[in-house]
């Protein structure tokens, strides 16, 4: 594995997983429609954690409802349905108001791809936030290394999500820019605050 820093690249030289496998496949039909970048668990079992996942967390910036059709005309074409809802329509209308939908290969549901329009300011910044990682000559948009660490650490905090967290900081060491990190953490305080406070507000 190679991280260059300045130029937001990772290489890595392995065999493929049929994760993997599934991930590109997917991914080379998502990118000819939408920008894309892959998030959360995913991007700790592709940089060499042993784990299995249920989803793939993929954020796209917002598009037409004419290009999401197509989109999702092709994806149908090659093998893939929706979990949320049949019509591209419906579908269209899930992500327009926040809410994440699922594609899987036509007669299963794990795993997924857990896909959604950005939410928030932090989200959206994702997309001027990232490494490409190249496997095996194929290009992948993640997450950056710091923002990964962040969201699992101080918004998700789950075991497995601190596991994730610390294989990605172990992994890295003196690369990690932990003041970018700690910026991060203030954000998502604050969000989290905010959240906590909505939620009292409709009780």
Do not use: Q
């Not at 820093?5 to 039909?29: A, H, M, T």
């Not at 592709?46 to 993929?58: N, Q």
Request: glycine share 2%.
């Amino acid at each position: 594995m190679i991280y260059n820093k300045d130029k937001r690249e990772i290489i890595l030289d392995r065999k493929l997983s049929n994760l993997d496998e599934l991930v590109i496949e997917f991914i080379k039909i998502l990118e000819r429609y939408a920008d894309y970048v892959v998030i959360s668990g995913y991007i700790s079992i592709l940089l060499g954690r042993t784990r299995i996942t249920e989803d793939i967390d993929v954020y796209i910036k917002e598009i037409s409802f004419e290009r999401f059709s197509k989109l999702y005309r092709e994806l149908e074409e090659r093998g893939f349905w929706c979990i949320n809802a049949e019509k591209p329509e419906s579908v269209y209308d899930y992500l327009k108001n926040s809410k994440a939908v699922r594609f899987a290969r036509k007669n299963t549901s794990i795993p997924n791809f857990e896909v959604g329009f950005p939410k928030r300011d932090i989200d959206l910044e994702t997309f001027s936030d990232f490494i490409i990682v190249i496997l095996n000559n194929v290009k992948l948009k993640i997450s950056s290394l710091e923002r990964h660490i962040a969201f699992k650490r101080y918004y998700l905090e789950t075991d497995k999500d601190i596991e994730d967290a610390l294989h990605i900081e172990e992994l890295f060491k003196e690369k990690i820019d932990y003041e970018k990190i700690n910026k991060l953490k203030k954000i998502i305080e604050r969000i989290k605050k905010e959240e906590e406070n909505g939620e009292r507000g409709r009780n």
